[in-house]
């Protein structure tokens, strides 16, 4: 419990677990860009749609968003400190996240989807992030007690939070909310908006990293953009669409933020790895910046309109510039950021996808003749090479004690296996001659991933080692047997002997070889 009220402790934890969803949604898209290749099996949930939608989702909806969420609360406490019962809704706040993310994964993995390029998950499932938008508000006002005067950032964070949760219902609705209504089109001023969105996070990170106070300036570069944005919201909603031209106006709006983040960045007096970091960030995003006003104009617009430019800009936009922002903010924190090595190396990756694919894009253009496959070969190796920046935060023991080996082997035979049999099961049970309904078969599924999930945590918990193992014994004693009972009466053919045989001798190798087995200090010790 102490562990949960140090915030240097909590952010540590939370960002090595939401890192996991990072390398999750890097693994879809190495197999999504595999699947364009030509390699591909007939499986129920790996089909090329369920990849994207998840890939995509994930990089949009996981590990970036959670983290740069966080941004006020590592501002706060380098201000006052930390509020002991704010932290506890935070890590509520942050553990529903979570959920909503296993929620997304699962419904994506099995088909449900809206079709939408940013917005593909259930609409339904934003009312779970909204409810964690609720204990995030509460965690944040619980955290600004600590201040005696409030500053003007945190009023204006205050009240954009609040409306954060029924904004995302109501702009998420499919029937009378924008989503559908803005995904085709120029959007000159949904552009100018997204931009702009990230002006405000670029100077609360110059303002967290900064030594000493950090005073703004130049800035009416950022007052006239959010003026002329808000008047395109409002000419939308009471007089009707926008011009192409005025589009056009909004979008080269845009450019204003280049000498803004310019003298910015200039004034900030940041420590060395940051500072490298925040600089990757805004030249990623001023590059942006500039490509997406040059492929605004009309005659260059349609020709790369929906080709792989286009998605080479997207990989340069989140996975470079929003990434490293949450880079910076959390490299002072977390150790494993500051070695250049991973960076380099997921920078390096990100660099060669956006080559490749902008190569792609020229070709499927008609101005250049070089194979788009050919490029999407390079593009799925550099995406394998993005892969080892997660190598930074894996740590593995050089040595284990035989019940440690034991979890290790229920994790890679039911966690592993779990989703082993998730993903593949469709393909897998028609080979072997088993039937396979696509239904229930998934439940029983997840239920094996729990079990190697309890022997993962007997392994990260020594303290509960003995008893979360003994849990997974319990477990598969009552699974095997009611498998063990379908099979015997028919209702299901080998595969449920099978697997009541593959539980029995986890069961039996426990109870021989570990069960209330004496330690040999125990041995040696004397009445």
């Known amino acids: 419990m102490e562990n949960l009220y140090n915030f240097d402790n909590f952010i540590n934890r939370h960002f090595k677990i939401s890192i996991a969803f990072f390398a999750l949604g890097l693994f879809f898209g190495i197999l999504y860009s595999i699947n364009l290749l030509g390699f591909s099996i007939d499986s129920q949930t790996l089909n090329p749609i369920n990849m994207r939608s998840i890939h995509i989702s994930l990089m949009l909806y996981g590990f970036i968003p959670l983290m740069l969420s966080y941004l006020p609360f590592l501002l706060i406490n380098k201000e006052v400190g930390v509020d002991k019962e704010g932290l506890r809704f935070l890590n509520l706040y942050t553990i529903f996240w979570y959920i909503f993310l296993v929620f997304m994964v699962l419904s994506l993995l099995l088909g449900k989807s809206r079709g939408l390029a940013f917005y593909d998950f259930a609409y339904e499932l934003n009312f779970l992030l909204a409810f964690a938008g609720i204990f995030y508000i509460i965690a944040l006002y619980k955290f600004i007690r600590l201040y005696k005067i409030l500053p003007l950032w945190i009023k204006v964070c205050l009240r954009v939070v609040i409306i954060a949760p029924i904004a995302l219902l109501v702009l998420m609705n499919p029937i009378i909310g924008q989503v559908e209504s803005t995904v085709t089109g120029p959007h000159g001023d949904n552009t100018l908006g997204m931009s702009l969105a990230l002006i405000p996070i670029y100077y609360l990170i110059i303002k967290l990293l900064n030594i000493g106070e950090f005073k703004a300036s130049w800035n009416i570069f950022w007052i006239i953009p959010t003026i002329f944005y808000f008047g395109s919201v409002l000419h939308r909603i009471i007089i009707g669409p926008l011009s192409y031209n005025q589009e056009w106006f909004l979008q080269y709006l845009s450019l204003l933020y280049i000498p803004l983040l310019y003298r910015w960045f200039k004034d900030s007096n940041i420590s060395s790895h940051a500072k490298k970091a925040l600089l990757i960030s805004i030249l990623a995003f001023l590059f942006v910046d500039i490509e997406g006003n040059i492929i605004f104009i009309p005659q260059i617009r349609w020709i790369f309109h929906r080709n792989d430019l286009i998605v080479a800009h997207a990989h340069v936009a989140m996975g470079i510039a929003v990434f490293f922002m949450v880079i910076a903010m959390f490299i002072n924190s977390i150790k494993e950021l500051q070695k250049d090595i991973y960076l380099n190396a997921y920078l390096f990756a990100l660099l060669g996808i956006f080559i490749v694919l902008s190569i792609s894009g020229f070709t499927q253009a008609g101005i250049i003749n070089i194979p788009s496959h050919t490029m999407w070969i390079f593009r799925t190796a550099f995406g394998c090479f993005a892969l080892v920046f997660i190598f930074a935060f894996i740590k593995i023991k050089k040595s284990y004690s035989k019940i ?91 595969e449920a002997l099978a697997i009541c045989l593959f539980d029995l001798a986890f069961v039996f190798t426990y109870l021989i070889f570990f069960y209330q087995k004496p330690s040999k200090k125990e041995i040696l010790c004397k009445d």
């Open 404 to 494: 440690e080996f034991y979890n290790i082997a229920g994790i890679l035979s039911d966690g592993l296996g779990g989703i082993i049999l998730i993903l593949f099961a469709s393909f897998i049970y028609p080979i072997v001659g088993f039937t396979f309904s696509g239904v229930y078969e998934y439940i029983v599924f997840t239920f094996v991933c729990m079990t190697g999930i309890i022997h993962y945590m007997a392994l990260k918990n020594p303290s509960s080692q003995i008893i979360l193992t003994n849990l997974t014994v319990i477990i598969r004693v009552f699974a095997s047997s009611m498998f063990f009972a379908l099979y015997s009466s028919g209702n299901l053919s080998f």
